[in-house]
């Protein structure tokens, strides 16, 4: 889908890209947060929620920071609780269940996700060290120690559900499928990415896509998976035009804070 | 879940704190293999920044001394004080033991 864009300032970009990246990280926080509780043993029960909670630790320095690019009486409370299903910019990829065709709540369609997100965000919070808005360089700095370990227990997951069991295996392969189309969006720049990118405030993730493809490539070779195609259509979450998935969540995400504005605990 | 985790092998959780010298044991914990069950002890057990490095031990491994052999085992010490180095001064050179 094509949509006529409005040319895009210096500060519509340096705020749309850290609402961007806030975006995914606490929608795929509260996404994973479902697991808390629900987790396939009490180890990655834990361990998906110590996850969900570095996500949105992330989460909310992008939006303590974007608050002050903001102004205007914006806080992190009203930029994670106060927006619609349509001011979120995240990727599509992360608002998607975890359900599949076997099951309501699928393993590996958590692990396959949390993969192909982390292998991106390993290398944007790396590069991103060295962004122009030194706020942003910090907060890259701090969130790459994490993603490192989301890429490594993601990937570890995947190697073993994919040189699994012949149900694992297919699980994973399904999850594969079903998610890689997504990815897509990653390189499609939008046009705050670019002048953010130009302006040298992001990295532009397109200029990402070989040393992605070989993180990716190289587990699933190991896991014995096979790469999917990579589809043909163009999802735009990014853009602000998501699933029907999102609303859902973010209403029970919200709930609290709109139910009792400026509550306190 | 299937019952699958019913058969991955316990493994024992050793942690060093950030002050501590040695290991200390805190628990133990189901996995497939060592690797994972460091990551998992890691999730488990140093949450709160307990820890600067972790064992584990496949707990099958470990072989322990039994509740029965109590009395000929630990009690034949119990009138050996003199053994404690409560009577000895440590010279400062010493530091830490």
């Known amino acids: 889908m094509k949509t006529v864009e409005a040319p895009v300032g210096t500060r519509t970009a340096a705020l749309g ?12 926080g509260q996404r994973n947060a479902e697991w808390c509780g629900n987790g396939p043993v009490l180890e990655e029960d834990i361990a998906l929620a110590n996850m969900s909670l570095d996500l949105i630790g992330q989460a909310r320095l992008l939006y303590q920071h974007a608050a002050v690019v903001a102004g205007e009486g914006v806080t992190e409370d009203s930029l994670a609780y106060f927006r619609d299903a349509t001011d979120f910019r995240n990727y599509t990829l992360l608002e998607l269940p975890h359900s599949s065709d076997t099951s309501e709540r699928d393993y590996a369609v958590t692990i396959v996700r949390n993969f192909l997100y982390s292998a991106l965000m390993l290398l944007l919070w790396e590069g991103l060290q060295k962004s122009k808005d030194a706020q942003l360089a910090a907060i890259a700095g701090k969130s790459f120690k994490e993603v490192r370990y989301h890429f490594r227990h993601s990937r570890d997951w995947l190697v073993r559900l994919g040189d699994g069991t012949a149900e694992s295996r297919a699980r994973t392969q399904a999850a594969l499928e079903h998610l890689m189309p997504y990815t ?15 302006e040298g405030r992001a990295i532009d993730a397109a200029a990402l896509k070989r040393e992605w493809d070989d993180l990716v490539n190289d587990a699933l070779q190991e896991a014995g ?31 609290l804070a709109r139910a009792h504005p400026n509550a306190l605990w | 879940m299937s019952t699958t985790h019913n058969d991955w092998p316990l493994w024992e959780v050793f942690v060093r704190s950030k002050q501590g010298l040695e290991h200390k044991h805190c628990g133990s914990l189901h996995a497939a293999d060592a690797q994972q069950a460091l990551q998992m002890a890691r999730d ?24 029965d052999d109590k009395a000929a085992f630990f009690e034949p010490m119990a009138d050996k004080i003199y053994r404690h180095p409560t009577f000895y001064e440590i010279p400062d050179e010493v530091g830490h033991m």
């Open chain 1, 17 to 28: 890209y850290l609402l961007h990246l806030a975006d995914n990280a606490l929608v795929l």
């Open chain 2, 44 to 67: 488990v057990y140093t949450r709160r920044q307990e820890g600067v490095s972790i064992w584990v031990v496949p707990s099958n491994t470990i072989t322990a001394s039994e509740p």
């Open chain 1, 225 to 255: 998976l096979q790469r999917p195609a990579p589809g043909t259509g163009l999802p735009q979450g990014k853009n602000g035009q998501h699933s029907d998935h999102l609303a859902p969540l973010l209403a029970e995400m919200q709930s």
């Open chain 1, 184 to 198: 897509q969006e990653y390189w499609a720049p939008s046009a705050i990415e670019t002048v953010a990118d130009t």
